[in-house]
């Protein structure tokens, strides 16, 4: 099950609110891959396909195709806001630790 913090859910929850969309869904994405694993992005979707998977996380209703779910399932969005700015975070325990080739991940 991937979480949705209270604070992402909160901020998500006020975005759909601006767009006067609230029946939305944030789909997670393969973004790509870099040397520290596969890279996923959100996105708000309104359309479900027939091979997606979908579930609800503190009133968010997460959109994500099957093989996402495989390895990102029990991964989490969260908020954040620090000196470098402000954004959603997507954090994925299952993700790869590096490939050791370009040397700037250790």
Request: proline residues 2%.
């Amino acid at each position: 099950m991937i979480e949705v913090t209270e604070k992402a859910a909160a901020e998500l929850k006020a975005l759909l609110e601006q767009e006067g969309k609230p029946d939305l869904a944030l789909r997670i994405f393969v973004a790509g891959v870099a040397c520290s694993g596969v890279q996923y992005g959100l996105a708000l979707d309104e359309e479900v396909k027939e091979d997606d998977v979908t579930m609800e996380s503190n009133g968010i209703k997460l959109v994500m195709a099957k093989d996402i779910e495989r390895n990102f399932s029990e991964g989490s969005i969260d908020y954040i806001e620090d000196e470098n700015g402000k954004g959603f975070l997507i954090r994925n325990p299952n993700a790869g630790g590096g490939c050791g080739t370009c040397g700037g991940c250790h």
